[in-house]
């Protein structure tokens, strides 16, 4: 696939994710969803992917080809899932995600990282987050937070949307020069998750 109406989008079943997809398809976008539940609606493709677990998102990269206008990373878990499991799925999957598809988001394509205003306070712990993001990957963050993760003062939950809103900056900055537009959205609580 190859074209400038070409989307990824995950988180696609439930939720903000569905109402974006289903928004996306309606403009005549070709949305790729990935989800670990099968999405309802009617995307261009869809891919089983579970952001949690490093080989389940290995062998959607593997599966993908041509180029995405757009990268949506909206899929990600409350804090009752566990501290590990919303590390795992919120930051560490987004990140793996992101950095194995980041070629293939065109030049002036649009990255767009669903946070929450709980990241708000990412100031207060950016030595942790430097640190966190300072590791090379989904096996040495995990590693970095089995070791560190009970000496920081806040949730899983809020520090994982830390983490997002500032690995955000830093891929920013790094899509500058091929003027990618790479921004957070801080979604406020709308309701149970
Ligand atoms: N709803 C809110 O009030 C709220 C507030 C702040 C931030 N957010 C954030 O907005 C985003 C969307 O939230 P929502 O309310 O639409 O949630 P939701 O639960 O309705 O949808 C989340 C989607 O992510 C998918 N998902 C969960 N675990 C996954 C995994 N391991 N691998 C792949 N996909 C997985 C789910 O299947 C679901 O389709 C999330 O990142 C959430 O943290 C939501």
């Not at 089983?48 to 993908?64: E, F, P, Q, T, Y």
């Not at 598809?101 to 205003?117: A, E, Y």
């Amino acid at each position: 696939m190859a074209n400038d109406r070409n989307v990824l989008l995950t988180g696609a079943a439930s939720g903000v994710g569905k109402a974006v997809a289903e928004r996306l398809t309606a403009q005549g976008y070709a949305v790729v969803a990935l989800d670990i539940e099968e999405p309802s609606g009617a995307n261009a493709a869809y891919h089983r992917c579970d952001l949690g677990d490093k080989a389940s998102i290995d062998d959607v990269l593997g599966k993908l080809d041509g180029t995405y206008v757009s990268l949506m990373n909206v899929a990600g878990v409350p804090g009752t899932r566990g501290a590990e499991t919303t590390i795992r799925v919120n930051l560490l999957g987004l990140r793996h995600f992101t950095e194995g598809v980041w070629q293939r988001v065109t030049d002036g394509g649009t990255v767009v990282n669903v946070t929450s205003i709980a990241g708000n306070n990412w100031r207060k712990r950016r030595e942790y987050l430097n640190d966190l993001l300072a590791t090379p990957g989904f096996d040495e963050g995990l590693q970095w937070w089995r070791t560190h993760g009970e000496s920081i003062d806040t949730d899983a939950y809020t520090f994982s949307k830390e983490a997002v809103v500032l690995y955000t900056m830093q891929l920013a900055g790094r899509g500058l020069a091929r003027g990618n537009q790479v921004f957070d959205r801080r979604i406020e609580f709308s309701g149970p998750t």
